[in-house]
């Protein structure tokens, strides 16, 4: 049974930095395509960041470019997304979201690639 688990999400003020934590069980994280996404009230979810199997090629949505990173610790089974400068705009639930071994059509960015999703973190920027 795959089971990913997020954490680290809190409130904090703009400019400030968070790091989320996504533990996979039942799922090899190295091995796979792995997610993140994020949903404000009122808004669809939306990719945030994405890395390929074995810490492989890493993709960002525009708006989080140079600000956020993910990477993965393959001991620990576990994706992070470390978020820097936030902006009150990032106010969001993410999600860690695993997906197959390849992404042969660059569908990184689409809910539909992804197999699993975790119960996602809150994470709350105020001005």
């Known amino acids: 049974q795959v089971q990913l688990v997020e954490s680290g999400g809190g409130s904090v003020q703009a400019g400030g930095s968070l790091r989320l934590s996504c533990a996979a069980s039942g799922y090899t994280v190295r091995s796979n395509c792995m997610g993140w996404f994020r949903q404000a009230p009122g808004k669809e979810r939306e990719a945030v960041a994405t890395i390929y199997a074995r810490g492989g090629s890493t993709y960002y949505a525009d708006s989080v470019k140079g600000r956020f990173t993910i990477s993965q610790d393959n001991a620990k089974n576990t994706v992070y997304l470390q978020m820097n400068s936030l902006k009150p705009e990032d106010t969001a639930m993410y999600y860690c979201?695993?997906?197959?071994?390849?992404?042969?059509?660059?569908?990184?960015?689409?809910?539909?690639?992804?197999?699993?999703w975790g119960q996602g973190t809150q994470v709350t920027v105020s001005s």
């Open positions: 979201a695993a997906g197959p071994k390849f992404d042969l059509g660059g569908r990184w960015y689409e809910r539909t690639f992804y197999n699993y």
